[in-house]
């Protein structure tokens, strides 16, 4: 059966379709993993996604998604990211724009009012201004919060963290304040052991070791070791010196030997026991 969906659009042509249609407005056009990508001028971004959206040899009709990228070490770090879909051809095209932490993006609520919320999302986790956006809140973070989370110098940890305090009978906010430092791993088989001594192992008497050197001690050598402490502790007899020892203390006055009647005066039953 086939999909009812048409097939997708081949790329052949669609970098020189948006080349014609964009003019100067084009920065750059790159063909690559079967996606087209054309970065424009960021001033100029609502004009040009009027002309991908209108040009007849384009068609991209919706707005499916607004993403951010930072990238620290560029003059300016961010990537504003927009993926258009054009619904009669069934395929997708990639629209790019740069800008900084103070210069503002276009707004392109005109075009497709969705990204309202889609700009806010960006503006709450890179900090891009939108200028034209009227509702430019954050969206994703809580009132209040401080920093841009995806950010790359953004710390893990954050700067402050929450929780519900049962003396205030609300949420609070309180500084980070991290018990211990984050810990490095070697990432080694745990079936293998470690290679030099673990940070605390120093506490139990022995002198830390370098980095990389050897255990002083084998498994052989354990193993030998614990056999031999079985093998001693099974060959002593346990022996009781007097019943204290055990636990048992003097016989009941009741049963003592001739206190019990011979078997000579145990009358048997007339039946024999058959009806009990």
């Known amino acids: 059966m086939k999909a009812s969906a048409p097939r997708c659009a081949p790329n052949d042509g669609v970098i020189a379709a948006a080349t014609v249609a964009l003019g100067d407005m084009l920065v750059d056009a790159v063909d690559a993993v079967n996606e087209v990508t054309v970065i424009v001028d960021r001033d100029r971004l609502v004009e040009a996604m009027i002309a991908l959206r209108d040009d007849p040899m384009l068609q991209y009709q919706q707005l499916m998604e607004v993403a951010g990228v930072d990238y620290p070490e560029r003059a300016e770090r961010f990537e504003v990211v927009y993926h258009l879909l054009s619904v009669t051809k069934n395929h997708r095209l990639r629209v790019k724009v740069m800008t900084d932490e103070v210069k503002p993006v276009p707004s392109v609520t005109g075009i497709w009012p969705v990204a309202g919320w889609l700009e806010r999302e960006v503006y709450d986790m890179y900090g891009v201004l939108f200028s034209g956006n009227r509702d430019l809140r954050r969206i994703l973070t809580d009132y209040g919060f401080r920093g841009h989370p995806q950010r790359k110098d953004f710390p893990l940890s954050g700067f402050v963290e929450l929780r519900y305090s049962e003396e205030a009978k609300r949420v609070v906010y309180e500084p980070v304040e991290l018990a211990q430092d984050f810990r490095t791993f070697d990432f080694m088989s745990p079936w293998e052991g470690a290679k030099y001594v673990l940070p605390g192992d120093e506490k139990a008497g022995a ?11 084998t498994a052989d050598q354990v193993k030998k070791a614990d056999e031999a402490k079985v093998k001693a502790e099974a060959e002593e007899p346990k022996t009781t010196e007097s019943p204290a020892q ?5 016989p009941h006055p009741g049963n003592k030997p001739e206190e019990k009647p011979d078997d000579a005066d145990v009358v048997p039953p007339k039946d024999g026991g058959q009806n009990q």
């Not at 002198?207 to 001690?217: L, R, Y």
């Not at 055990?246 to 003097?250: D, E, F, V």
């Open 207 to 217: 002198e830390p070791e370098a980095k990389g050197a050897p255990s002083p001690v």
């Open 246 to 250: 055990t636990g048992a203390g003097q």
